[in-house]
């Protein structure tokens, strides 16, 4: 492996539009949507994770955009029927350059 000193760092930036959103409703299912915008200087791997899997389903969950380009992603809140969620749910989005 070369030095780290010797490898070339490009930056990392992506937007989210909109940067965020809320289910109206604890009891009915619904799904919002939101943009994934690379603007970095390259291509990047994405993964999206939330800390409450049993109550949210994301689509998709791993994927890449090339520079400049974006995707959607959906993010649906399956619905209660019994006790609403803590409100401290996250979604997470983590992501890095494209090997």
Do not use: C, W
């Not at 949507?33 to 791997?45: I, S, T």
């Amino acid at each position: 492996l070369p030095p780290l000193s010797s490898l070339e760092m490009r930056p990392l930036r992506t937007d989210f539009v909109p940067d965020t959103f809320e289910f109206k409703s604890r009891r009915e299912k619904q799904t919002v949507a939101f943009e994934v915008v690379n603007k970095g200087e390259g291509a990047q791997m994405y993964r999206i994770k939330t800390t409450n899997g049993a109550d949210y389903n994301i689509k998709p969950v791993y994927f890449s955009i090339e520079l400049n380009e974006k995707r959607r992603v959906n993010v649906t809140y399956k619905g209660r029927s019994a006790k609403p969620p803590s409100g401290k749910d996250r979604i997470t989005v983590v992501y890095s350059l494209q090997p």
